[in-house]
């Protein structure tokens, strides 16, 4: 199991390019399982989660080929399996994605219950609610999501909570689907934007992407299409904390600053000083941080996938800050981590009491999730003396590479390969 060894301490500056997101390339590439016709898709992160996404959907019987970095081709003609098997849905919960198209387009899908992170209790209940409400007939067996419809029709559909996957998944389920259907309470994140500019490219009728209603009018085909993947706001976002935290001046190239407004209003709140501009964002630590409150939301409120990291910022911010995550039961597992780091941190149900301004220490600490990763990799780049931090295959399930950019930005960071 590989390790990453940090030496705190060192300045970092310069330049640092944003990878494509992965958790809009995901449900990209399983759009390909709604057409007969090649789906090309370009800025495609070269991170785990895609290559067990490619995995995935070869064993259903697509043909996927590279012809560049970060670019794929992904044709299905025709389906092999109608089953997402356990060894590679427990390693990636995104995997249920298959779910909707599979049923569209052939009828039937047979997924296992998903796994990922270990952040808490990611229930899929609402998929196939909504699946239901549109014509399938669902079965649960043997860990097991067994789905089957005689053909989809419209209908009009609450989610009781907001879902991103959920949204994502019925949504491709819904384009060939006979009639309209209206999704009502939807995930207004950028990567569903996203999805629906690719499914717009395929020949869908979808309108209200982007906000809580979205109206889709069914057709009987979709073709193939071109189609860029929009940056990553989370790796985005790590950087900029990395800048806040051990910088001189970084500028986070090839992202979107309107995707990022919670965490650069925050960063403002804090004393950090940043400039955004036409596919950047400049920062620039300096004065002395602020104790700042937030709580996680769904977009356009804060994301708690940049919880974590915003965090250990907070570690080294003057006061006393209040967390509170509204989103997962369980990610505040990285919170141990960073105490024996030498920060102080308590718990209080859902809410963490960050007391700042406080030096952290070298040591081995244990990556739990993919966002705690990133939360220790930052601990470490301020902390004084070597840090180890185990399990980094979750840090590699969505950044691209992280250690060599840093490096290139100046921190002392390398690879240990086991």
Not at 25 to 38: C, H, N, V
Not at 153 to 161: K, L, R, S, T
Not at 195 to 211: D, V
Not at 234 to 263: K, N, S
Request: proline share 4%.
């Amino acid at each position: 199991m590989d390790k990453l060894r940090i030496v705190g301490g060192h300045r970092l500056s310069g330049r640092v390019e944003v990878s494509g997101a992965k958790n809009a390339s995901l449900p990209a590439m399983a759009a390909s399982l709604l057409t007969d016709q090649p789906l090309l898709l370009d800025n495609v992160p070269a991170v785990w989660d895609s290559s067990t996404m490619r995995r995935l959907l070869t064993e259903l019987g697509a043909q996927v080929t590279n012809d560049a970095p970060h670019r794929m081709e992904i044709a299905v003609p025709s389906v092999r399996s109608f089953e997402a098997p356990y060894e590679l849905v427990k390693t990636m919960r995104a995997s249920v994605l298959v779910l909707g198209p599979l049923l569209a387009r052939h009828g039937r899908a047979r997924v296992s219950l998903p796994g990922g992170c270990a952040i808490g209790a990611r229930p899929i209940d609402l998929h196939l609610k909504a699946l239901e409400k549109l014509g399938a007939t669902v079965h649960i067996e043997h860990g097991f999501v067994d789905v089957s419809t005689e053909g989809l029709h419209g209908a009009e559909i609450y989610f009781d909570n907001v879902t991103v996957t959920g949204t994502e998944n019925v949504l491709m389920a819904a384009c060939l689907a006979r009639g309209e259907t209206l999704l009502a309470n939807c995930a207004q994140e950028p990567e569903i934007v996203d999805l629906a500019k690719l499914l717009a490219r395929m020949g869908a009728r979808i309108e209200g992407a982007g906000t809580r209603t979205i109206r889709i009018a069914g057709v009987e085909r979709l073709q193939g299409a071109e189609h860029r993947v929009i940056p990553d706001r989370i790796e985005a976002g790590t950087f900029l904390v990395a800048g806040a935290m051990v910088g001189g001046e970084i500028e986070v190239a090839h992202c979107q600053p309107d995707h990022l407004t919670a965490l650069l209003e925050k960063l403002t709140e804090m004393g950090v000083d940043h400039q955004a501009g036409d596919g950047r964002v400049r920062v620039e630590a300096g004065a002395r941080l602020r104790a700042a409150n937030f709580r996680t939301l769904p977009y356009p409120g804060f994301p708690t996938d940049m919880q974590a990291q915003l965090m250990t910022l907070l570690t080294q911010a003057e006061g006393t800050s209040l967390v509170g995550e509204t989103i997962f039961e369980n990610r505040f597992m990285h919170v141990a981590e960073l105490n024996r780091m030498g920060a102080h941190i308590r718990l209080d149900g859902r809410t963490a009491v960050v007391k700042g301004r406080t030096p952290l220490s070298g040591a081995r600490v244990m990556a739990t999730d993919l966002r705690a990763s990133a939360c220790l990799v930052l601990a470490g780049l301020v902390a004084q003396g070597q840090t180890l931090v185990d399990r980094v295959y979750h840090l590699d399930r969505g950044y691209e590479r992280i250690e060599e950019k840093l490096a290139r930005l100046g921190a002392e960071i390398e690879r240990l390969k086991q």
